[in-house]
């Protein structure tokens, strides 16, 4: 079982966007707030860091720490129906809380990409 | 432990497929209750139940002051519950005792009271429109306020209590039901306090309360089609969905969403102050609150002493169990969020801000587990910092350092969110002009976290859409419907109706001139006596050069006596908006409250302006209006001293705006003059070719006023009228001017000319004259009287009986003729009444350059007045063809 259950649509739809933009295809799992209250899993155009778990899905480098990963489980990741393959639901084995996998999000670009 | 059902259509019941989850204590990680887990057929059922409920009008149908009487029980039974409540919340919640003892009074009873009150005493329910804005055709309009129907309400865990009662008190106190979903975590208060309103008779189904996991009931009430409005706080992320959710349905959406709000410290704040104050901004309920002040911004003059106190006072916090009344701070509401505060505080130290206290886990002693952090400091904050951008929402505070305050509202503003902020300074007037200046829904001076029932609360940008409580936040509970009935229920007295029919005349009038009339030798003399009836003391006396120098103007000054405080004369021909607001500007100064001009429609429009500016403030450019007034304007006695415009009795005031090249115009009823004094001794002074071309002003004006689409008999009956006085005097005036009688029955043919087409309009001969008036200076007069008579022949198919009654007013004897054939021979008599008096004939001679005449056509197509024309304008050509026959 992967840690990271990555649909083919939506690897192929992150590996677009960051040869777009001329990013290397590495992706980390963040948790990410976007205020008030329930914090949510989001993807970041980052490298990984050094005690990261790293999966590879089709040439797609998936990181995430091992914190998050004990927190929520494994991950999967599908694209949002019409959102043009810009933004994605993640879900997890256990929910980081009652919204998970309600609402998609876009790929942070972070700084240190 | 405790079991709590679902409320759904007043009743307390299991979920359908019986399905049970825990709540727990944050502060212990102990179970406190099971709560009935609510699936997608309990919230139909919790929707259909409020539907039923607003449908039959139980709540929905009575008056706001029956629901009040309604929702003061409601607010006793929260009292009554409240030992009961406050527990509850901190157990669930995570919220210190201190705080959540005072939430059921304080913000729950209180404020469910005090809208209550408010939305049946003050709430403007039903407002009349006074003013339409539609000049054309004439009603009632109203606006009734009425509630959406079913609202859902969505609430966070931070503060599930004070969110029910947000959601719940405001939905029903505007008359509407609601479904409302606790956070999963936090569910417990909503229940008990749905407990209250079935004690208190809320009626069945108005109020629901439905626990249950966001993501599957989110989609179920936001797509619903029969839910009217969501309310939700919540994150940006989700927010963002439920908008997307609700556009299904176009439902109307109010979201209270994430913040980083800048709470700035000038270098003149007091330090103790804004030290404890930007402890409480950010520590409060351990920064689980979305307005939180989590951005400090420190002027650098202070910076390196506000670090030092701000670490020792954030030391000093006491981390504890949440009942204790010695806790200042509690756990965070779950290990989930603990996890996402410190991972955040892992970034902060990756971003290489300088963490200078926190940043770690807590224990308590004597409990085992809970979620406790400690109060955190990073300091070196730069703005673009993740720290800096993202809401947290743990007690994590990012220092941020500025130079001036300049600086300060450029990085508070740089941020997705505008929720709230604060300024902490000693100098208010300085933290007002930032306040102002940072986009943002709420902005405390010298405080944090203060709410108020009355006071508005929401957010700018990504932090939401709408506003809870106050004024701002009921109406967001009702939507507006407008009501209109016509005043005229006729289609073909319908202007607007018309457009679709081919018969243009409107039978409708409404007749109305106001103004009172003195008219005789030595009616000059009342003048005083208007003054006092109208309750005046403070004239100012407004005039022009050649009034003046013929001496009209201090008779009229020696009659006002002392009641004349000053005289403001410089008025051009034509008056602008310049010298209205020069005059408007010295009757401020001299505290006037009576304007009396004196002179021909230059002066009059300039007066009948001040008197609107002056009554509504601002500059004349500001009072250009059509039918917006509705109430009386500054009084306005006139004696006019040409007999051509009737402006002293008319709606009119015509102001050349000279930026925009063109004439404006105040068309209002209010306008009209209250006196107007015809004095024979006024129009002597004119010359002879004053005398003519101001008559056929006059003519003009009640020609065209027989031959609008709106004419009618009342308004005929005086232009016909003043039609045969002008031909019978205006022979003799010009020959001899100091014949009192010619004048008198010129000055009466003029005011009734005024009232005839101040109801009945003017049309393409008007549009025509504007037009060289405004770009050749052709004098208004001359111009009506040159086009007059084209407009005339033009419009023989279209006016043909009125204009066989002008011909007979001109006393051309048309016993022998056709209607047709008299009709052209009115404009044949006007012809030859200008011949006889020597007025101009041929633009030519007034200056207007033959190559002008196209552009003329254009504006004059485009003149509002030549839609009135009995035969309709089809092109700009026919009327180049009508300026071509008189160049
Ligand atoms: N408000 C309305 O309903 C209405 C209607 C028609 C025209 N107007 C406007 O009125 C203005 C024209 O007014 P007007 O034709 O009365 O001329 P006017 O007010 O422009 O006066 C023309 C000149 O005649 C002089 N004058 C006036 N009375 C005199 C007298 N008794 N003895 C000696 N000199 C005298 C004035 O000093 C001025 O120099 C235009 O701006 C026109 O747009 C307004």
Known sequence: ?113 | MDHYKLFINGEFVEAKDGKVFQTVDPGNDQPIATVAQAGAADAEEAIMAARRAFDSGVWSGLTPAARAQKVYDFADQINTQALRLAITESMDAGQIINFSKVTPLGFGANMMKDLANYASFKFPWEEEIKVQGNPFDFGRDYIRREPMGVCVGIIPWNFPMVMAFWKIGQAIIMGNSVVVKPASVTPLTALIIAEASKIAGIPKGVINVIPGPGGALGKVLCTHPEVDKISFTGSTEVGREIMRMAAGTVKKVTLELGGKSANIILDDADMQHAIDGSAFGTYFHAGQVCESGTRILVQSKIYGEFIEKFKKRAESLRIGYQLLPTTHMGPLVSHEQLATVDGYVQIGKKEGAELITGGKRVEVEGIKGGCYYAPTVFAGVRNDMRIAQEEIFGPVVSIIKFDDDDEAVAIANKSIYGLGGGVFSSNTARAEKIARKVRTGTMWINNYHYFGHFCPFGGYKQSGVGRELGHAGLEEYTQVKRIHVASFAHSESNYTMAILSDKKELPKYIYNCPTKINAGHGALSSVAKEVVDLGCARVLLMTDEGIIKAGLAKLAQDALSDFCVGVFDNIPQDTDLETVDAATEMARQLRVDCIVSVGGGSVIDTAKAVCVTLKNGGCCNDNISWARLHEPQTPHIVIPTTAGTGSEVTWAAVIKNKVAGRKSYIIESRLAPNVAILDPRFTMTLPPGLTAATAMDAMTHAVEALTTITTNPISDGHALHAIRLIKENLPIAVKDGKNEAARLNLAAASTMAGCAFTISFVALAHAMAHTVGMLYNVPHGVACGIMLPKVMRFNVDHATDKLALIALQLGVNTFKMDKRQAALTAADEIENLMKSVGHPLRLRDLGVPEDGLEACSMHAAGDPVSLYNARPVASPQEILELYKQVY
């Open chain 1, 1 to 113: 079982m992967p840690m990271i259950r990555l649909d083919p649509v939506a690897c192929k739809a992150i590996k677009s966007e960051l040869s777009e933009k001329g990013l290397p295809l590495s992706v980390r799992i963040e948790i990410r707030s976007t205020g008030c209250c329930d914090a949510s899993l989001g993807i970041a155009a980052e490298a990984a860091e050094a005690d990261d778990l790293i999966e590879d899905a089709d040439g797609l480098a998936i990181a995430i720490s091992p914190a998050t990963r004990q927190l929520v489980g494994d991950v999967s990741i599908t694209c949002a129906g019409d959102s043009d393959g810009k933004e994605f639901f993640l879900e997890s084995d256990r929910p980081l809380n009652e919204w998970a996998g309600f609402a998609p999000s876009s790929i942070r670009i972070g700084a240190k990409t």
